[in-house]
């Protein structure tokens, strides 16, 4: 009868929604399941890299404690054998920039902000700024921020054919301060950096 076939189709239904609700259940888990690794594979991946942070070496652990907290652990490692960052160094409080230029051209030029000091030379494992030129030393300058004079101190690390401020050739080992506007020059090198304030925008 029409009753019996319209309760059939009823069950009929039924069975079919069941069915494809258990369909939906178990993708739905198999998809939990799958974002569950996922996100396990990833918190593994952050512990791992967390604990293969690279840990302050004894000679750098000695560094004065305002410096390891701005600094990052590899450039202090890598860099303190060749220079200790001394305790009157800090970050500048208003962005500097070095300006290159060869011939009057201008070329890519340094920003001086990230740091208290940076590192020229052609130790490209060493310095933050490599120097390609013949008269340059593998490790051969820093420019460290003076916090109590406010301005840049350029020391020459024994370098073989020196640094030049303005032309002037500045004594190993002594900080000579570089005034805004001040030319530097590296060896023999044809470019010059000048020191120059504001942000940086390479074009």
């Known amino acids: 009868s029409f009753c019996t076939l319209l309760m059939t189709s009823h069950r009929l239904i039924d069975k079919l929604n069941t ?7 178990a993708r739905l888990q198999a998809k939990y399941s799958s974002n569950n690794k996922r996100y396990a594979d990833l ?17 750098a ?3 004065p404690q305002h410096i390891i907290l701005k600094t990052d652990a590899h450039k202090l490692n890598v860099q303190t054998p060749f220079f200790r960052c001394p305790p009157w160094a800090d ?3 208003i962005a500097f920039y070095l300006h290159c230029t060869r011939n009057d051209k201008a070329l890519s030029s340094f920003h001086l902000h990230r740091y208290a000091f940076y590192i020229f030379g052609k130790n490209a494992a060493v310095c933050d700024y490599v120097l390609q030129h013949p008269s340059i030393s593998n490790v051969h300058a820093t420019l460290v921020f003076h ?3 406010e301005c840049f101190v350029l020391v020459d690390l024994n370098s073989t054919n020196g640094v030049r401020i303005n032309k002037l050739r500045v004594q190993p080992q002594k900080p000579t301060p570089v005034a805004v506007g001040a030319i530097i020059q590296f060896g023999y090198s044809t470019r ?10 390479d074009k």
Do not use: F, I, W
């Open 19 to 25: 069915v494809d609700l258990a369909s939906q259940t």
């Open 43 to 59: 918190d593994a991946n952050t512990n791992k890299l967390l604990g293969e942070e690279e840990m302050l070496s004894n000679e």
């Open 61 to 63: 652990q000695s560094l």
């Open 91 to 93: 970050l500048p409080p």
């Open 147 to 149: 916090r109590q004079h």
């Open 192 to 201: 010059l950096y000048e020191l120059r304030t504001g942000e940086l925008h």
